[in-house]
């Protein structure tokens, strides 16, 4: 398979990610601050893939591979947040602080997020949406190297 084939077929693997996200807030589950997050990535892959198409700068692949390895990172990131096995954004958490005066626990209430990153959604097969990104983004990645590799 060519380099410009496999780009084209990462590029569009990070354009399915995005839609799945993009039918899923359809359907009523809004994003949270790092389903957001995990978002950007595969937006830079899709334009670096474009980029790398109708330019024929097949070395872009590196950067296609990085931006999809980083959603995953950050997918690796939200699951840890979800699974409590480390704390997450401030903004996106319950701290579970009591403390302070009556004022004080009101206002961190009416500055709560509403949508937790620290609550699965959704899940399919024991794995929540921020894992199967972490899964088929590091996919995505393994593809986008061996464009970079054909292409070298």
Same mark, same amino acid.
């Given at each position: 398979?060519?380099?410009?084939?496999?780009?084209?077929?990462?590029?569009?693997?990070?354009? *399915?990610?995005?839609?799945?996200?993009?039918?899923?807030?359809?359907? $009523?589950?809004?994003?949270?601050?790092?389903?957001?997050?995990?978002?950007?990535?595969?937006? #830079?892959?899709?334009?670096?893939?474009?980029?790398?198409?109708?330019?024929?700068?097949?070395?872009? *692949?590196?950067? $296609?591979?990085?931006? #999809?390895?980083?959603?995953?990172?950050?997918?690796?990131?939200?699951?840890?947040?979800?699974?409590?096995?480390?704390? $997450?954004?401030?903004?996106?958490?319950?701290? $579970?602080?009591?403390?302070?005066?009556? @004022?004080?626990? +009101?206002?961190?209430?009416? @500055?709560?997020?509403?949508?937790?990153?620290? @609550?699965?959604?959704?899940?399919?097969?024991?794995?929540?949406?921020?894992?199967?990104?972490?899964? +088929?983004?590091?996919?995505?990645?393994?593809?986008?190297?061996?464009?970079?590799?054909?292409?070298?």
């Amino acid at each position: 398979m060519t380099s410009r084939r496999l780009i084209l077929i990462a590029a569009a693997g990070s354009a *399915a990610l995005l839609i799945g996200a993009f039918v899923f807030q359809a359907m $009523g589950y809004a994003p949270c601050k790092l389903c957001i997050w995990q978002r950007w990535p595969h937006g #830079a892959a899709i334009a670096i893939g474009a980029v790398a198409i109708l330019a024929s700068l097949p070395v872009l *692949a590196w950067a $296609g591979a990085l931006a #999809a390895a980083v959603s995953g990172a950050i997918g690796i990131y939200h699951t840890g947040v979800e699974r409590l096995w480390w704390p $997450g954004p401030d903004t996106c958490t319950a701290s $579970g602080d009591l403390q302070g005066s009556a @004022e004080d626990l +009101l206002n961190q209430i009416m @500055e709560a997020p509403l949508v937790r990153c620290d @609550e699965v959604a959704w899940a399919f097969a024991g794995l929540s949406m921020a894992t199967w990104n972490a899964v +088929l983004s590091f996919a995505l990645a393994a593809i986008w190297i061996a464009a970079a590799r054909r292409a070298a």
